[in-house]
């Protein structure tokens, strides 16, 4: 970039038996999902952590954390190239998320997923108890589930889906919705649309809003958070910079301060910015302070660094430089140990705390900031990740906002390791004291290890509503075996205080776990048995079951409350009911016989004005009706002529919206 000189970073460390070991493992997953949204009651499960917490908005998600919204809850995730929305009484989460696979592990309540684009290499899996759905191309899908019928339903519309269980296998098309029943032996009725319900449409009117973003034409690809910069600044071209985004926020204010740091393996320290838009500026390009104000400047839109384009741009956990720790002897008047970080500028490289190879090095920097000199990040990368036999960290480099206003922020280090809000404690370095920091040493990483806290730094602020215990511990059926559940945090905590402040082997730490002290394989996970292709015979259209309006633009929710786990009021009624309904996955060889509506076997719970009952309603969008008395686990029934209808309903729910989306 014009006018701007490349910095020069050397760094050298000293790493831990665990640390070297970790330059053996893979890189770390160059994207998350971000947790971008929230109304109502909804918690998290982070990975190793074992409690559950009130979410966070702009929490990074990856594999082994879990999410639950509650009665009033909901929620919506955005990958670089999805979004998945949660709706009440929901149970789900990531069971693997690398760069080009996503496994979401689904047992209770119902979510929708758009899938934007989806590359040759990329995948999504859905994992019920029923069956593994596979998306097998762009479009929008709904699922349900039920734990206690152990049943699923998966709605198809628009794009490609493989359901795979109970060692068959069939492809629901644009246009097709299927009810799945049973798990040694798969029984499933499969059947065209449902009309959209309510939850449905706020999912429509949430797309609709992304659409209209003006933001995506400003960055790279693959930059997560973009929806939500367009309700909160400007874009305005900048001599020197190009396009640079300006919030909209009060005098006085400055990047990295409003927020609080967390624990997220395996980057370790991630900033989890307070702001509805802290996002994407948290995490990709850089902070600079021009014409008296604060802008961020994302990465080139066309990359390409010494060789091909890179194709995707590089999450990082926070792009700052950090200073203190113990021993640091510059005095900030905040009382014992004080551990402090200033954003990095356009150019400035970014050097993180975890082993990562050559080309996941380049390829970060290159796409988060304009390098005009790509031999200085063979440099840097020899000298941090390359030369260990030196022992001390140390960056010789003068930071562009080290002069910028209230750029430098710092805390005690008590509260910095337990993850709480910066501004309890947090100060703005003073300018009389920035010329000590400039001189003082700065590092990779925070010299501070981890407490429990930081995994879950809401928890105690304010309730955090549980899944039923059903939900959490019932077996998911998979295609593909997701890797090794998370390591519980007291496994690894020696190891990373060994460490100081950097993540850790986790291959390592789970080999040194005794085997009678190491995580069960829960949740359950059982990969399907090779499957056989089948041919699903699709029934026609059912009645268009009640409308279900799209629910207007609501208050915010009220004061948050402890809701114990309940019934789900928008869970599908049982599909299941005591007449099991045959299979329709059995048709005869290649010519399925015709099925007569059977007007005179309707089951109990199905009212009885509704023609052509073997026409069943979708069990995601259904008026409400009494569930069964009881839902054993399914036993597959012998073959029948036909299938008795399934009728479940449900009406939708009043939600509340933050202030942010009305």
């Known amino acids: 970039m014009a006018n701007s000189r490349i910095k020069h970073l050397l760094i050298t460390a000293t790493f831990s038996s665990l640390f070297v070991l970790a330059s053996n493992a893979q890189d770390p997953p160059t994207r998350v999902a971000d947790l971008n949204y929230i109304t109502g009651n909804v918690s998290i499960q982070p990975a190793g952590a074992g409690d559950w917490a009130p979410a966070d908005v702009n929490r990074p998600f990856t594999t082994g954390d879990n999410l639950w919204a509650d009665t009033d809850g909901r929620a919506e995730l955005h990958l670089n190239d999805a979004v998945l929305r949660v709706g009440p009484q929901s149970s789900l989460g990531f069971l693997n998320l690398a760069d080009n696979f996503a496994q979401i592990r689904f047992t209770q309540g119902e979510f929708f997923l758009r899938v934007r684009h989806m590359g040759d290499d990329d995948s999504f899996e859905v994992d019920t108890p029923n069956a593994a759905i596979t998306i097998l191309r762009d479009g929008e899908y709904r699922f349900t589930a039920d734990p206690d019928a152990v049943t699923s339903f998966v709605v198809v519309r628009h794009g490609e889906a493989e359901v795979t269980g109970g060692g068959q296998a069939f492809t629901l098309r644009a246009g097709n919705s299927a009810q799945l029943s049973g798990t040694d032996q798969l029984a499933f009725d499969v059947g065209t649309l449902p009309p959209p319900d309510g939850f449905e449409g706020w999912a429509e009117d949430r797309d609709a809003r992304e659409a209209r973003s003006a933001s995506a034409r400003y960055l790279p690809p693959g930059v997560i958070g973009y929806e939500e910069l367009d309700s909160y600044g400007n874009w305005r071209d900048t001599p020197g910079y190009g396009a640079v985004w300006y919030p909209t926020v009060a005098a006085g204010w400055a990047p990295y301060h409003d927020g609080h740091w967390a624990w ?36 080139p839109m066309a990359i390409v660094a010494g060789g091909p384009a890179v194709a995707a741009i590089v999450y990082a956990p926070a792009l700052v430089a950090f200073f203190g720790g113990g021993g640091f002897g510059v005095s900030l008047s905040i009382g014992g140990p004080a551990v402090g970080w200033v954003p990095l500028g356009p150019g400035e490289l970014y050097a993180p705390t975890y082993q990562v190879s050559q080309n996941y090095f380049r390829t970060m920097n290159v796409s988060n900031t304009t390098i005009v000199n790509t031999v200085n990040i063979t440099n840097v990368y020899n000298n941090v990740y390359v030369n260990k036999t030196v022992t001390n960290v140390t960056v010789n480099q003068h930071f562009a906002n080290m002069a910028a206003p209230n750029a430098v922020t710092a805390m005690p280090q008590g509260s910095f390791a337990s993850g709480r809000p910066v501004k309890q404690g947090g100060i703005f370095v003073p300018k009389a004291q920035v010329a000590q920091v400039q001189a003082a040493q700065f590092t990779v990483a925070p010299p501070v290890a981890p407490v429990k806290q930081a995994l879950t730094p809401s928890a105690g602020s304010r309730p955090a509503p549980q899944p039923p215990a059903r939900a959490m511990s019932m077996q998911v059926v998979a295609k593909k075996a997701p890797p090794a559940p998370p390591v519980p945090f007291a496994a690894k905590q020696a190891a990373l205080q060994q460490n100081l402040g950097r993540p850790v082997n986790m291959q390592a730490v789970r080999q040194s776990v005794p085997a009678a002290s190491r995580p069960a394989a829960a949740p359950a996970v059982r990969v399907a048995p090779p499957s056989h292709p089948v041919t699903p015979q699709v029934r026609t259209a059912p009645p268009a079951p009640p409308s279900h309006p799209a629910p207007a633009a609501q208050p915010a929710p009220p004061a948050r409350t402890p809701t114990p786990p309940a019934t789900p009021a928008n869970r599908p009624p049982a599909a299941t009911p005591p007449a099991q309904p045959a299979p329709a996955n059995r048709p005869p060889a290649a010519t399925p016989p015709a099925q007569p509506a059977p007007a005179n076997r309707p089951p109990a719970a199905t009212p009885p004005a509704r023609p052509e009952p073997a026409n069943r309603p979708p069990a995601a969008t259904p008026p409400a009706r009494p569930e069964p008395q009881s839902n054993p686990r399914p036993v597959q029934p012998p073959p029948q002529p036909q299938k008795p209808p399934a009728k479940t309903t449900q009406k939708p729910k009043k939600e509340t919206e933050k202030d942010k989306d009305k």
Do not use: E, K, L
């Open 264 to 299: 997220i393996d395996p980057w370790g320290w991630t900033w989890v910015d307070d702001s509805p838009w802290g996002f994407a500026p948290s995490h990709y390009g850089r902070w600079a302070y021009v014409n008296g104000g604060w802008g961020w400047v994302p990465g």
